[in-house]
């Protein structure tokens, strides 16, 4: 297993900053890892351990920060859940370029908003702490910061401008999931206390088959301290799928 950088110019011309996580031997299929709202590429470690789970299972990893987190350009304040669709759209266009033959998506919060936005033609899902309802749900976090108007802040210092709220309104992500045709394997924590199960189970209900539900008992919006159970299920997924 090797890892590198790499990097692309989204459609706004900002340099998105990723790394690619390589099996011992070549493959075609791969893994695309979509990160949440205001965080990293890395997610808390999660990422980074489960890009080198996949590559020990024979798949290619990739994770990237969108504009205006980590390492990539851009302005956080300034982002819409169009533009970060559109930053997951260029990186996915990436992956294939890269010679992946099979190409699957790994989803973490808010990540699963920007998938379901894209509706990606991939073959195959996980998505983890799913949201159904986004507005309402990254709304609740900035609690009496949220100035729809103005500017917004929430803990981390996340900040999120006035484009940000009308833009996420217009998308109906139920709608969207229901387009979705690859398998989907939804996994959520039932003590999140940030998107509630209930977000889940809403987009579950209107996905297509082929479809499965994993709830880890207990573990929080992070899937802790069940995240070896995830690791597991998503490898078993993709190697099911892909």
Request: aromatic letters at 8%; hydrophobic letters at 45%; a neutral charge.
């Given at each position: 297993m090797r890892e590198r950088k790499v990097a692309i110019r989204n459609a706004s011309g900002e340099r998105l900053v990723g790394l690619?996580?390589?099996p011992a031997a070549?493959?075609?299929k791969a893994v695309l890892l979509v990160h949440g709202f205001g965080v990293t590429k890395s997610e808390y470690g999660m990422f980074d351990?489960?890009?080198a789970h996949l590559a020990e299972a024979g798949f290619t990893a990739f994770r990237f920060d969108f504009s205006g987190c980590g390492e990539s350009d851009g302005d956080y304040v300034g982002t819409t859940l169009s533009k970060q669709r559109d930053d997951l759209r260029d990186m996915l266009s990436f992956v294939r370029e890269r010679g992946a033959g099979k190409v699957g998506i790994l989803a973490q919060s808010f990540g699963t908003a920007v998938t379901l936005a894209l509706s990606p033609e991939v073959d195959a899902m996980v998505l983890m702490g799913s949201i159904a309802h986004p507005k309402e749900v990254i709304a609740a976090l900035f609690g009496k910061e949220y100035h729809p108007e103005g500017v917004s802040a929430a803990r981390?210092?996340?900040r999120l401008g006035p484009r940000f709220w009308p833009?996420?309104?217009r998308l109906d992500l139920i709608a969207c999931v229901a387009r979705i045709q690859?398998?989907?394997l939804f996994i959520h924590g039932s003590a999140d206390d940030i998107v509630p199960l209930g977000e889940m189970e809403a987009l579950f209900t209107a996905a297509p088959e082929p479809k499965e539900r994993l709830i880890l008992e207990g573990a929080d919006h992070g899937l802790r301290p069940k995240r070896e159970e995830?690791?597991?299920a998503a490898e078993q997924w993709f190697t099911r799928w892909l």
């Amino acid at each position: 297993m090797r890892e590198r950088k790499v990097a692309i110019r989204n459609a706004s011309g900002e340099r998105l900053v990723g790394l690619e996580t390589l099996p011992a031997a070549p493959s075609v299929k791969a893994v695309l890892l979509v990160h949440g709202f205001g965080v990293t590429k890395s997610e808390y470690g999660m990422f980074d351990t489960l890009a080198a789970h996949l590559a020990e299972a024979g798949f290619t990893a990739f994770r990237f920060d969108f504009s205006g987190c980590g390492e990539s350009d851009g302005d956080y304040v300034g982002t819409t859940l169009s533009k970060q669709r559109d930053d997951l759209r260029d990186m996915l266009s990436f992956v294939r370029e890269r010679g992946a033959g099979k190409v699957g998506i790994l989803a973490q919060s808010f990540g699963t908003a920007v998938t379901l936005a894209l509706s990606p033609e991939v073959d195959a899902m996980v998505l983890m702490g799913s949201i159904a309802h986004p507005k309402e749900v990254i709304a609740a976090l900035f609690g009496k910061e949220y100035h729809p108007e103005g500017v917004s802040a929430a803990r981390r210092s996340t900040r999120l401008g006035p484009r940000f709220w009308p833009d996420i309104a217009r998308l109906d992500l139920i709608a969207c999931v229901a387009r979705i045709q690859c398998p989907k394997l939804f996994i959520h924590g039932s003590a999140d206390d940030i998107v509630p199960l209930g977000e889940m189970e809403a987009l579950f209900t209107a996905a297509p088959e082929p479809k499965e539900r994993l709830i880890l008992e207990g573990a929080d919006h992070g899937l802790r301290p069940k995240r070896e159970e995830m690791y597991r299920a998503a490898e078993q997924w993709f190697t099911r799928w892909l």
